[in-house]
């Protein structure tokens, strides 16, 4: 066997088995690029030829198995032709690998993902690494697509219908021990066992995993298109049709070609390139992209803070510190009240069980969140993040009180949502050293962070604020400090007219129901109850002092009569069980034509005018923030990607009828002549 591949190292041992090793060159991460797929065709074409007793497939990479395929490469695919050129290419490399005489053995550690797991699955034997960093899983829905090595057939074929389309349909990866409940792999060991675990099945391969009787029954061609048609609905909960054809795709194949897995996997080629070149995938494709963009935004090496002190234990301040301490930190929390403290105690202990499961991880999270009624941990703290009262004065007065007292580099950050940092610096000696965290609520759930810099902050510790987001899993989104920032400016002219929509007698359910279908997650009105209307009113009477907005009158009103929205049950809508009651509309009710461009196009006007105001550096990240802080619509790639699939001068031409229709609110930004 030749040895002389780039990223493949391959090992001949005395037992007759052949080792493949990848890793891949200059990355960190292995991931199956093309020049990675060549390299695998031109091995496998060997070792078909010099019939081993046995092959295994390993990593040398820390990181994990295989992370995917090499995303990138998907931004060069224009035509179908080409989408299928490199499909078909994986499938013979795949086939080749599951058509070998010899037992063939994957032993996997940390990511096995996508592309990865589809190799995986083209073996005979899978052995997993117990450690929890290893995820196995077919996260391609994500991208707008779905398997395309063979993984929808091996898939559902390795663990049965339920399971397998559950996992490609909501592309969730699974721990070692779930993966070997399910049968996706045969042992789940620690890694340095596996060497001898590939040893000894080569020596003497196990029987394979045997499916319960009920899914032959299940995957019978009368059965299939009932439990296609449950599936549907399902996914049809999440995500529309129109907007999401993939996981629609995975169902439609399994239900028209399962009973043929030769046909199966020739209509995968088809599906997967058709839906590769549409504009959902390459929207979703541009998402991870900016995702990966604002990550490498805190790749800071040489910034290893280890403790956090926050002071508030708030809603705000409370979560930031049982997240941070979840993700590894030494945390301490200061608030006046003990009371406030051991509520916070009491939340971490609910988060904590839900997503570390094992009482051991529980136990040493807790332990690392220390109540602090008195500050002591100031001292030691790395990095301390302020969320006390949203007030001028009072943040001030806490940051003289506490800057005498901290280590000399520790940076202080505040979670203030619309002071000006130059309003809290004066204060301070060293006003360089003042950065904005700006979480959002709730901030288990929302990835992004934005950074907020004065023009006094210092840029090392910019860099450091955004590393520090990194280590807690965190985005971190570079923003000026104007009022609002990115995110809550873009959101508040949507969020007022939507008010003004439910003024105008348009049934709520409609409202909702209008942004819903453009692809938000949730509808403004439903998302003003969740956030709080007394929140909501805040913010609006804030930056109405800095931008052309009205605060509606209705809004005050019901703040005013105690209807906050989910927090006290009732704000536009009545809450049930956490869970709004949305009135039916009216028989016959035809709504307006218009709502959902007024709704959507103020969003984006306001986009306009935070690029124009350059509260982000370009339009990239400015799309990159709204999706991750907003969840506007990912399959549209964001407001400026959308402006420019439409069209600017369409848009504008919109703009100005909505104009001439309903006042200058609508009038289009000057910032349109820039971009
Ligand atoms: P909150 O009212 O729930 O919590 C504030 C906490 O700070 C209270 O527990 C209070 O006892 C404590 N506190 C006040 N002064 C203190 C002091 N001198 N020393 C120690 N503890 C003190 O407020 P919330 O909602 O958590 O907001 C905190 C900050 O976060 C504000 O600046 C707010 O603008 C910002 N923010 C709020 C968001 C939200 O959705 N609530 C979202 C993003 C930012």
Not at 116 to 137: F, H, P, W
Not at 350 to 376: C, E, F, M, N, Q
Not at 487 to 499: C, F, G, S, T
Not at 507 to 523: N, T
Request: charged share 25%; with cysteine.
């Amino acid at each position: 066997m030749s040895n002389n591949y780039k990223n493949w190292k391959v090992e001949s041992d005395d037992e007759g088995i052949i080792w493949l090793h990848l890793d891949k060159a200059d990355s960190v991460a292995n991931v199956l690029s093309s020049e990675v797929l060549e390299e695998l065709d031109a091995i496998i074409t060997e070792v078909t030829k010099a019939s081993p007793k046995g092959v295994v497939f390993l990593s040398d990479k820390d990181s994990g198995f295989i992370a995917g395929a090499d995303v990138h490469e998907f931004t060069h695919i224009e035509t179908k032709e080409q989408a299928l050129e490199a499909i078909q290419r994986g499938h013979r490399v795949f086939n080749a690998i599951e058509s070998l005489r010899c037992p063939t053995v994957a032993l996997i550690h940390g990511f096995c993902l996508g592309g990865g797991l589809e190799l995986a699955l083209a073996c005979r034997y899978r052995v997993a690494d117990t450690e929890l960093s290893t995820r196995l899983g077919l996260p391609e829905v994500r991208l707008g697509i779905h398997p395309g090595f063979g993984g929808t057939v091996r898939m559902i074929r390795q663990v049965g219908v339920i399971n397998g389309l559950n996992a490609m349909l909501t592309g969730r990866s699974l721990s070692a021990k779930a993966a070997k409940k399910i049968g996706l792999v045969n042992f789940a060991t620690p890694k340095r066992h596996h060497i001898n675990a590939a040893r000894s099945i080569i020596a003497k391969p196990p029987k394979p995993f045997k499916l319960p009787f009920w899914n032959k029954i299940l995957n019978h061609n009368q059965v299939r298109p009932w439990i296609a048609k449950y599936m549907s609905k399902q996914v049809a909960k999440k995500a529309m049709r129109a907007h999401y054809p993939a996981p629609y795709a995975i169902i439609d194949l399994w239900v028209r070609c399962y009973d043929d897995p030769e046909f199966m996997l020739e209509e995968e080629i088809n599906s997967i390139a058709e839906l590769i070149i549409g504009k959902t995938a390459q929207n979703l494709i541009r998402v991870f992209l900016l995702n990966e963009r604002l990550k490498s935004l805190g790749r800071t090496e040489d910034y290893k803070p280890t403790h956090v002190h926050v002071i508030g234990g708030g809603v705000m301040g409370g979560d930031i510190a049982i997240w941070c301490a979840l993700r590894g930190f030494k945390v301490t929390l200061q608030d006046r009240q003990m009371e406030t403290l051991s509520k916070v105690l009491q939340r971490a202990n609910k988060l904590y069980t839900k997503k570390l499961k094992d009482r051991r991880s529980i136990t040493a999270a807790l332990d690392r969140l220390v109540p602090d009624i008195k500050g002591d941990g100031l001292v030691r703290a790395d990095i301390i993040i302020e969320a006390i009262f949203e007030d001028p004065e009072v943040k001030r007065n806490l940051f003289s009180e506490i800057e005498p007292k901290l280590k000399k580099d520790a940076i202080i950050a505040t979670n203030t949502s619309s002071i000006p940092l130059d309003e809290l610096n004066t204060i301070l000696k060293k006003p360089e050293r003042l950065v904005g965290l700006h979480f959002f609520n709730p901030v288990a759930m929302m990835p992004l962070v934005e950074i907020v810099h004065s023009k006094k902050t210092d840029d090392q510790v910019l860099k450091n604020a955004a590393a520090f987001t990194r280590r807690i899993d965190r985005l971190p989104l570079p923003v000026t400090s104007t009022p609002g920032f990115l995110v809550n400016r873009v959101l508040m002219p949507y969020l007022i007219e939507a008010v003004i929509l439910a003024d105008e007698k348009i049934p709520l359910k409609v409202i909702d129901d209008e942004a819903l279908e453009f692809g938000m997650p949730m509808g403004p009105i439903e998302l003003a109850d969740t956030v709080g209307l007394d929140i909501c009113l805040k913010v609006a009477e804030i930056l109405s002092e800095h931008m052309d907005i009205s605060v509606p009158d209705r809004l005050r009103k019901m703040v005013e009569k105690g209807r906050l929205g989910k927090k006290s049950g009732r704000g536009f809508y009545t809450f049930k069980d956490g869970k709004p009651v949305k009135p039916a509309v009216p028989k016959g009710y035809k709504p307006p034509t218009d709502i959902q461009e007024r709704l959507i196009l103020r969003f984006i006007n306001e986009a306009v005018a935070c690029l124009r105001d350059k509260v982000v550096d370009d339009a990239d990240l400015a799309d990159a923030g709204i999706i991750f802080g907003t969840g506007f619509a990912p399959f549209r790639g964001g407001p400026f990607h959308y402006i420019e699939s439409r069209g600017k001068d369409q848009v504008v031409k919109l703009l100005e009828q909505l104009e001439h229709r309903h006042g200058p609110r609508f009038k289009a930004d000057q910032g349109w002549q820039q971009i």
